[in-house]
């Protein structure tokens, strides 16, 4: 895999910038939450979908892969793109695949889309404590894409509290990094929320009685520097993708690409999900009321 790609200063420049910000944060209405829903064009063909982002993107877990083999259950067609660099924000994302990128964003589809949806995940940094820079850096690749997909569906990847859940500054990080993401998809024409930190922090809650801790370790989410998301948070996030984009339950796949362990020579493989996931329903359950 490529944990050792990812840069360890993460940590250092998060905390630094995240301790000097207001401990209070307003909460969000409920009409607030559920105000903005992104309409994607009416694709000819199989429509196409592209994720930007970094290691929350791919890392133990792939949402590229697993959201490409829900969709393969399911009987939806789904041609996939990413933009993946660890550690970085969009920028940066930019600036090391630009001229993929560019080759991309100047493809056309016959339909005047050629993509149809895009994942957005900025870095943690960044999405907590860079209001302005969040914004300017969805609206430098948002206008990229638009250039040749103009009404393109989207979707802003609400980041998870980057502590514990049992560290005292969780609540205050998990409510500042969702109040950003609003923000940003209030700017973003034609946009929307992905809700994994909402839907990660339902899990951590008990939400459908799923119990996080599995023999006194997080089952959802490990790391030193940052925390990454685990076979059950990429199971869980997989099924909040597609009932987000597609707006219903998905049939899950009794077979899914998922990590075999959270060390440096471990990789990625399909396993079968009874074995592979602590509590599959509760996930899918909770994945469903955040879409």
Not at 19 to 46: I, W, Y
Not at 98 to 120: C, H, M, P, Q, R
């Amino acid at each position: 895999m490529k944990k050792h790609i990812l840069l360890f200063g993460i940590a250092a420049i998060l905390f630094t910038s995240c301790k000097d910000k207001s401990a209070t944060t307003e909460n969000l209405t409920s009409s607030e939450e559920t105000s903005s829903k992104p309409k994607a064009p009416k694709a000819e063909g199989t429509p196409r979908i592209l994720f930007i982002g970094n290691s929350h993107t791919e890392f133990f877990v792939s949402s590229p892969i697993i959201f490409g083999e829900i969709c393969k259950a399911n009987n939806q067609p789904m041609n996939i793109d990413q933009l993946v660099t660890m550690g970085v924000s969009i920028e940066k994302i930019y600036d090391d695949h630009v001229s993929e990128a560019e080759a991309n964003f100047a493809k056309t589809d016959k339909d005047g889309n050629y993509y149809d949806y895009v994942i957005l995940q900025e870095s943690t940094p960044v999405a907590l404590a860079e209001l302005d820079q969040y914004k300017t850096n969805v609206k430098m690749i948002v206008d990229k894409i638009r250039k040749n997909s103009p009404d393109v569906a989207v979707y802003i990847y609400e980041a998870m509290s980057p502590t514990p859940f049992t560290d005292s500054d969780y609540k205050e990080y998990y409510d500042e990094i969702r109040k950003n993401a609003f923000e940003v998809v209030k700017s973003t024409k034609n946009s929307g929320l992905l809700r994994v930190g909402d839907a990660v922090n339902d899990a951590y809650n008990g939400k459908s009685n799923y119990k996080y801790l599995v023999g006194n370790k997080d089952n959802l989410r490990y790391g030193e520097n940052t925390l990454h998301l685990l076979n059950d948070g990429g199971y869980m996030q997989g099924a909040l993708l597609f009932a987000t984009i597609f707006d219903k339950k998905p049939i899950m796949p009794k077979e899914l690409t998922l990590s075999t362990g959270t060390g440096d020579n471990d990789d990625m493989k399909k396993q079968e999900v009874s074995k592979a996931i602590s509590n599959a329903k509760a996930l899918e359950e909770i994945a469903f009321s955040n879409r």
